[in-house]
């Protein structure tokens, strides 16, 4: 078992950066990929960004290159997600997903292949 915890979120204006954190405890040497998805308000989850395999590669959504940053502390289990120049569409639950499995590794970008989910963190961006 994996347990993850998101914390960071809040209320900013458009411009404004954060700094999203997910702390992990348990199984954590076995995750193969850390995942941040989100979800805007009456869409589904969407894919954010990945960290693979202790952070050899990361992936980015092409809505998010350029502005947010994923990257990880192995000390503390703790995965972040900076976040910069953030615009209204970025208004959403964010979730932290850890994955398990090759799986994960290959299909980093798809919910399904996570294995475990925090209970997500809101950012909303006001114009």
């Known amino acids: 078992q994996v347990q993850l915890v998101e914390s960071g979120g809040g209320l900013v204006q458009a411009g404004d950066s954060l700094r999203l954190s997910c702390a992990a405890s348990?199984?954590?040497?076995?995750?193969?990929?850390m995942g941040w998805f989100r979800q805007p308000p009456g869409k589904d989850r969407e894919f954010v960004c990945a960290i693979i395999v202790g952070g050899i590669r990361t992936e980015y959504a092409d809505s998010v290159k350029g502005r947010f940053t994923i990257s990880q502390d192995n000390a503390k289990d703790t995965v972040y997600l900076q976040v910069n120049s953030l615009k209204p569409e970025d208004t959403a639950v964010y979730y932290c997903?850890?994955?398990?499995?090759?799986?994960?590794?290959?299909?980093?970008?798809?919910?399904?292949?996570?294995?475990?989910w925090g209970q997500g963190t809101q950012v909303t961006v006001s114009s």
């Open positions: 348990g199984r954590t040497s076995s995750s193969y990929v």
């Open positions: 997903a850890a994955g398990l499995s090759w799986y994960s590794e290959k299909y980093y970008n798809t919910p399904a292949a996570y294995n475990f």
